[in-house]
Nanobody, 124 residues
Framework: HVQLVESGGGTVQAGGSLRLSCAAS????????MGWFRQAPGKEREGVAT???????SYADSVKGRFTVSEDNAKNTLYLQMHSLKPDDSAMYYC???????????????????WGPGTQVTVS
């Protein structure tokens, strides 16, 4: 059974840091591109960061220099390290599995076929 489960969300003051985790089961996460997305109330889901099977990463302009996506192959877990958090970063954060080994620079949300339930990040 293919499953993704996020954790690590919470409430943090502006300027603070959080690290989100996404535990994958039922498949080998490193064989696929993986992505982090977020959705704030009343807004569309937007891409935050992706990591390809070769380790290449891509970030939304709004988080470049502040967020880092990484993967621990031994633990089959994806991470999103977030620094210098802003109130605008408040959202539900989701991880997702891409259909391919590479997500591309600006992947369509349609190429992600497995999603976690999300973890809430609130920046005050």
């Amino acid at each position: 059974h293919v499953q993704l489960v996020e954790s690590g969300g919470g409430t943090v003051q502006a300027g603070g840091s959080l690290r989100l985790s996404c535990a994958a089961s039922g498949y080998t996460a490193s064989s696929y591109c993986m992505g982090w997305f977020r959705q704030a109330p009343g807004k569309e889901r937007e891409g935050v960061a992706t990591i390809d099977s070769d380790g290449s990463t891509s970030y939304a302009d709004s988080v470049k220099g502040r967020f880092t996506v990484s993967e621990d192959n031994a633990k089959n877990t994806l991470y999103l390290q977030m620094h210098s958090l802003k109130p605008d970063d408040s959202a539900m954060y989701y991880c997702a599995r891409g259909l391919y080994s590479s997500c591309g620079a600006t992947p369509s949300i349609s190429i992600f076929d497995v999603w976690g339930p999300g973890t809430q990040v609130t920046v005050s």
